[in-house]
């Protein structure tokens, strides 16, 4: 069957490891949009920090769509929220307490795409992240914000070893309660239970009259999964985790050796 959607995730995926999108890229994106398939940017990121990359590929306007902070929010690429799923204050208020306690980097980031956090020793992963996103950052406490301010995802972050020594515990506090994924090295994120990248593209795809078997994904971490089982094909790049390799159809060349156009020669065209 004809692909009619492609999701591609962000970091790793669309971008290569200097942060730019190859001209391969923008090659294959741009012919595959005027074949009017929709192209999904599928990311961890909120909306501020995906529409530079939409704008540079030509994906704007009413009828094409992101789905943002892991699947927490879905919008058109003109802004427009299509489906949200956030978390509670009562669960904000406990990931920040667990964070201050164990002295842990921490932030959430709302349904505008600020990012908030009670740390006034701000870890450089956070401004990164801010600055990555084109992102307010904001240091306010939880009694500082409206009693129902929820929030689109709570984030752990900093160096790869301390989320190491943590994740464990993390997962114990809150899984009953949340979905936690390690997105990358130096993040582990905490979500809505129904949250994730592949129920995002669901949701999607169910509001476009899109079947599963029209959807080609590309990712290539393990927060990718869930859109690899969804999609009725799934791509890992070459750079991609060991995990997420596992789980997808096909395994193309890396982020800085063309993979994505390589993917939809094979897939696509």
């Excluded at 995926?13 to 009017?36: C, F, M, P, R």
């Excluded at 704008?55 to 943002?68: I, K, S």
Aim: overall charge negative; charged content about 25%.
């Amino acid at each position: 069957m004809a692909i009619k959607l492609i999701a591609i995730d962000t970091d790793g995926t669309l971008l290569n490891s200097d942060g730019q999108i190859l001209a391969s890229t923008k090659e294959v994106i741009t012919k595959a949009l005027k074949q009017n398939i929709k192209i999904v940017l599928c990311s961890g990121r909120p909306i501020a920090g995906l529409q530079p990359y939409m704008t540079e590929l030509g994906v704007n306007g009413p009828e094409q769509y992101a789905v943002t902070l892991n699947g927490a929010i879905t919008r058109n690429a003109d802004g427009k929220i299509i489906t949200k799923d956030m978390v509670n204050n009562e669960l904000y208020r406990k990931m920040t307490a667990f964070a201050l306690a164990h002295k842990l980097p921490f932030n959430v980031v709302d349904e505008d795409s600020h990012i908030i956090t009670a740390d006034h020793n701000i870890d450089f992963v956070v401004y990164l992240q801010a600055y990555e996103n084109t992102a307010p950052l904001y240091v306010r406490t939880p009694d500082e914000m409206p009693d129902d301010f929820s929030v689109a995802k709570g984030c752990f972050v900093g160096d790869p070893e301390l989320l190491d020594r943590y994740q464990e515990s993390i997962t114990a506090e809150f899984n009953k309660d949340l979905y936690v994924i390690r997105s990358d090295p130096h993040f582990i994120e905490l979500l809505n239970p129904k949250v994730n990248k592949g129920n995002g593209l669901k949701e999607l795809c169910a509001a476009l009259k899109i079947e599963a078997s029209e959807v080609m994904a590309l990712g290539d971490e393990r927060n990718d999964i869930s859109m690899f089982n969804f999609a009725g094909t799934s791509v890992c790049m070459g750079n991609g985790s060991e995990q997420a390799k596992e789980q997808a159809d096909y395994v193309t060349s890396s982020n800085n050796d063309d993979g994505i156009s390589k993917a939809f020669a094979k897939f696509v065209f």
